[in-house]
């Protein structure tokens, strides 16, 4: 007997499907350098540089976040990383923030296909609005937990105490040694520590996608009112947006008659954040964080949107050399990865085997206290 | 006990970094993506020597008409993946070399330039659609899907207007 299956669902299934596939490889790629981060950052110099007081270090993580090519629902395995290995909250933050937005192939395309002057906002905005967000977070954020500082920070957050003691008895001598430490951590400790929290993210937006109505970005994006750019920019700050997939959509609705200040504010909000990201970030760094994150995100985004419409509008039409376009669409197709189908199943797998050992291991704690006496006597005598 | 039960019963016992079954694993992990590497490399080739075989687009009304044929694909959720992106690159590859071909024949007309950036942007979008793999076919997100639609209105228009 064929089973009906409500149209709903398949669509439920089918824009969760896509989200997975599609940031799978970003969140594998980010958790095996966020293993080695966590492995040699505590002892390197870019973890002072980030850790020193004053602009130089929100500078620095701009800097670091500007120059990799990842999106945002792979930048969260980093962003944990860096923070567990004892980099404070802001540059953290503005890490966060920076590296979606500024990603090097999306300024490109964006200058390819929107022209100049967005580009000009885009980047303004993309290295302005993560500082801000650093110096928030760090001064109203969640307050410096001194155990984070370090390697100590892998015997805060194991989740058993065999995982304690397997991380003690690593003694990490040489490199080869280190770089495994590194990825066990990042694939065993993180990776289930954060998978459980991302996949409900992930079921969280893909909920969204079903439910919110197809000609959104054509009712919103194509109107300047002050309403339209507070929905684009809730809804990009919750649906997954890559920046470097949506530019050319965003081109195309702009050469259709949309907002210049819409289009900034959903590629802004978009790149930045997303459902999954947000929900990992308040269970992993705080519920305050997340807050001041988002709002700064949403009313900065905001502003800047309300003045590139007063710039550019009436009449603004993006202008561009098509031959030079097309030359700078390879440049950035030559700087950004596109995941073969057996990449994005295969780091899908793991994303799925990650977020089922994160289930099982928050229902042991759930169904199964902890005590906590004798893992550290597990630990200590070893 | 073999080792992938060697390997479930660590894994469940918390003790999945142990030495001997790490090593195991991240050798199969490198050795997989060693294998997806060369597989890569083989699709490029394959794609390369596609390309040269099709035939060469010398007007715009044909390569608006390949769009058309394109986009009909995209939207269909049934177009092959590899030969999809196979296409979608020629299609920018003749848009290149009609540009270039206009810009020796000193077309710099306000019209035709308008018609070319219009073109560039359904090349963007159709680039975006061979991104959309998600196995065998090319499956598109509905936002996605609706601008290539409005897009080949609008170059209809376009050139409607201009003929």
């Given at each position: 007997m064929p089973i009906n299956i409500p149209d709903w669902l398949m669509h439920f299934l089918q824009s969760t499907s896509v989200i997975v596939l599609e940031s799978a490889p970003w969140i594998v790629l980010s958790l095996l350098v966020g293993g080695l981060v966590h492995e040699f950052l505590p002892d390197s110099r870019l973890r002072k540089l980030l850790n020193r007081p004053g602009p130089t270090a929100m500078g620095g993580a701009v800097l670091l976040g500007g120059l990799l090519p990842i999106c945002s629902c792979g930048v969260i395995p980093l962003a944990v990383s860096l923070y567990r290995s004892g980099v404070r909250l802001g540059p953290v933050m503005a890490f966060t923030a920076a590296t979606p937005i500024i990603n090097p192939a999306a300024v490109i395309l964006s200058f390819a296909l929107l022209g100049p002057q967005i580009t000009f906002a885009y980047i303004i905005l993309g290295i302005t609005l993560p500082v801000l967000m650093g110096y928030l977070t760090q001064r109203w954020g969640e307050p410096y937990d001194?155990?984070?500082?370090?390697?100590?920070s892998a015997d805060a957050e194991c989740n058993t105490s065999a995982d304690c003691c397997g991380e003690k008895l690593?003694?990490?001598?040489?490199t080869m040694s280190r770089i495994k430490h590194g990825l066990a951590w990042g694939f065993f400790t993180l990776g289930p520590n954060i998978g459980f929290y991302l996949a409900i993210g992930i079921a969280l937006a893909g909920l969204l996608n079903t439910f919110v109505p197809t000609d959104w970005m054509q009712t919103y994006l194509g109107n300047s009112s002050i309403v339209s750019l507070l929905v684009a920019a809730l809804l990009g700050a919750s649906i997954y947006v890559c920046a470097v997939a949506h530019i050319p959509l965003v081109a195309a609705l702009l050469a259709a008659g949309a907002a210049p200040g819409a289009a900034i504010v959903f590629l802004v909000t978009g790149t930045a954040t997303n459902l999954p990201e947000l929900f990992t970030l308040y269970r992993t760094i705080g519920k305050r964080t997340v807050i001041i994150y988002t709002s700064v995100l949403i009313l900065s985004s905001l502003l800047a949107g309300l003045l590139v419409n007063m710039w550019l509008m009436p009449g603004f039409e993006p202008d561009f050399d098509p031959l030079a376009s097309l030359s700078l669409m390879d440049q950035s197709d030559n700087l950004w990865w596109t995941p073969s189908v057996i990449v994005k199943w295969g780091s899908s797998v793991v994303v799925f085997f990650l977020a089922g050992w994160g289930i099982i291991g928050y229902l042991k704690k759930l169904l199964i206290p902890r005590n906590i006496n004798s893992d550290s006597s597990c630990c200590g005598g070893k | 006990m073999n080792d992938v039960n060697k390997i479930v019963y660590y894994f469940i016992n918390g003790k999945i970094f142990h030495k001997k079954y790490l090593s195991k694993i991240l050798f199969y992990v490198f050795m997989s993506f060693i294998l997806v590497s060369v597989g890569n490399a083989q699709s490029i080739t394959a794609t390369k020597s596609d390309l040269n075989s099709k035939k060469k687009i010398t007007s715009i009304a044909s390569l608006i008409s390949d769009a058309d044929q394109l986009v009909k694909q995209a939207i269909s959720s049934e177009a092959n993946a590899s030969r999809f992106r196979i296409d979608a690159t020629f299609y920018r590859e003749s848009l290149r070399s009609l540009m270039i071909e206009a810009e020796k024949n000193a077309d710099k007309s306000e019209k035709s330039k308008k018609v070319f950036m219009e073109l560039v942007r359904m090349s963007a979008l159709l680039q975006s659609a061979a991104a959309c793999?998600?196995?065998?076919y090319i499956v598109c997100p509905i936002e996605l899907r609706q601008q290539l639609l409005s897009q080949q209105t609008r170059l209809h228009q376009l050139a409607s207007q201009q003929s």
């Open positions: 001194a155990s984070n500082s370090g390697s100590d690593i003694a990490a001598s040489n | 793999k998600t196995g065998r």
